[in-house]
């Protein structure tokens, strides 16, 4: 989690700054990126295809951590996005995002949504069920416009993760099922659409995925699909898009393989398979967010109020909780902490749970972690938080969101402010029905 450069004199610091310096001139709880590590994460990803001479795009899934400073970001390294929702779409154009670029997936788009996307010529639509194809259909017709579209299919592969958050098994809400035909059942209605253009095929496996196993039987089914459209229907998709799911490392339990193992294998699989059947190569896309946002991300919380419960536990709490990363209540994720001015312990250590400052009995961010004896006022750095955390936040008790900012090169920038207590209450309206039936 922590490379040799983050530590200096054992002081963590992010991108060149202190993490206490940060804390002190932004204030806590606070979500830090260091964009240097975006960068290489994204560079390790383009790499590997370019050295095998492959076509690619990295489309990051938004759904990870999304704001106008990171699509701007992600603009300037040619990645492209995928986005599920009017909110993200309205922030990537907000961005300057080339359009171009954006996939548009999910498997309820609005007809509002679907018709923003068609308005704001988005590179592909993601095809999830038949509803959406007539949809999409009327309103291509309406706007006289014609979009790219590629097809969704669930390919009964399920890689090791956590269940929670598992979404390539058949029995799913996403895609068209490959074991009964309804893949080719959409390929013939959307060949028939004069307006859509198929250029490709995707799957998503799943998340957190720490072995290659599940993307290499993934990329033989697709490519076992491409075999069957073309013998049936004289279809060869151009691009297979095998989603993302890259695990990266919480604490030292966790064993991820580098970017280049993952898509080396899948492009190695792809070259073979594809000789095998004598098609030609495709184009691969790859869908990262956890693996390109999470590990650059550090929350940054100050210590408050502990107590110890003789003979069970000692509990330190701290400014934020699950408000900000509800990922640990929700579905039992474990993060690794650190001190920011101690960061490899120099005196008495002792074992403590952090938790947050929420009224749920859940609301615990790391269960269970020897740091040396915290006092309040200390700040605490949990690492690795850069995906699904403030991507996932809320106002739970009435808590506004931390502030999020980018450091590089020894300089920081708030990329989204800290909300106030006024934002908390700037959608609320008065109650006036009490006042005219009193
Ligand atoms: C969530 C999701 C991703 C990203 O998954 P990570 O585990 O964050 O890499 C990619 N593609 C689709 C379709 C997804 O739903």
Redesign the pocket.
């Known amino acids: 989690m922590l490379a040799k450069t983050d530590v200096q004199d054992n002081q963590l610091v992010i991108g060149g700054i202190p993490a206490t310096k940060l804390a002190d001139q932004f204030a806590t709880p606070l979500q830090v990126y260091d964009v240097a590590k975006i960068r290489a994460q994204i560079h390790a990803f383009q790499r590997v295809f370019t050295e095998n001479g492959i076509e690619y795009a990295v489309s990051y ?1 938004s ?2 951590f999304a704001c106008i400073a990171m699509y701007q970001l992600l603009a300037q390294e040619h990645v492209h996005i ?1 986005v599920v929702s009017a909110g993200e779409l309205f922030t990537a154009q907000q961005a300057g995002f080339p359009m171009g670029h954006v996939s548009f ?1 999910g498997n309820n788009k609005s007809i509002a949504e679907l018709e923003m996307a068609v308005r704001l010529h988005v590179g592909v639509i993601i095809l999830d069920n038949f509803t959406e194809i007539k949809q999409l259909a009327t309103i291509l017709e309406q706007e006289a416009a014609t979009c790219d579209v590629m097809i969704r299919v669930s390919p009964a592969v399920s890689a090791h993760t956590h269940e929670f958050i598992q ?1 390539g098994q058949q029995d799913s809400k996403f895609g068209f099922d490959m074991l009964t035909g309804q893949a080719d059942q959409v390929l013939q209605q959307v060949l028939a659409q004069p307006r859509m253009k198929v250029v490709g095929v995707h799957s ?1 496996i799943g ?2 995925i720490f072995d290659t196993t599940g993307f290499q039987i993934e990329t033989k089914k697709l490519v076992d699909l491409m075999k069957h459209w073309q013998t049936k229907f004289d279809y060869v998709p151009a691009i297979i898009n095998v ?4 695990g990266i490392k919480y604490t030292d339990d966790d064993q991820p393989l580098a970017p280049e193992k993952f898509v080396g294998q899948i492009i190695t699989t792809l070259q073979s398979e594809v000789a095998k059947e004598k098609l030609p190569l495709p184009a691969v896309w790859i ?5 390109i946002a999470g590990p650059a991300g550090t929350s940054l919380y100050r210590v408050g109020t502990s107590k110890t419960i003789p003979e069970v536990r000692k509990y330190v709490a701290v400014d934020g909780g699950m408000g900000d990363n509800i990922r640990p209540a929700l579905y039992g994720a474990k993060y690794d902490a650190v001190v920011a001015d101690e960061v490899r312990p120099t005196g008495k250590t002792e074992l403590v749970t952090l938790a947050g400052k929420y009224c749920e009995s859940g609301d615990v961010l790391i269960k269970n972690i020897e740091l040396p004896v915290l006092h309040t006022g200390q700040v605490v750095a949990v690492l690795a938080t850069g ?1 699904y955390g403030y991507s996932m936040a809320s106002n739970y008790n009435r808590n506004p969101r931390p502030a999020v900012i980018f450091v590089e090169n020894g300089q920081a920038e708030v990329v989204v402010k800290r909300e106030t207590t006024a934002d908390l209450v700037r959608l609320d309206q008065p109650f006036t029905l009490g006042e005219a039936n009193k």
């Not at 989603?243 to 890259?246: A, D, L, R, W, Y």
């Open positions: 899934a759904k990870a995928d997936h979404t998503h998340s957190q989603g993302g799911g890259f869908e990262p967010g956890r693996s995906a």
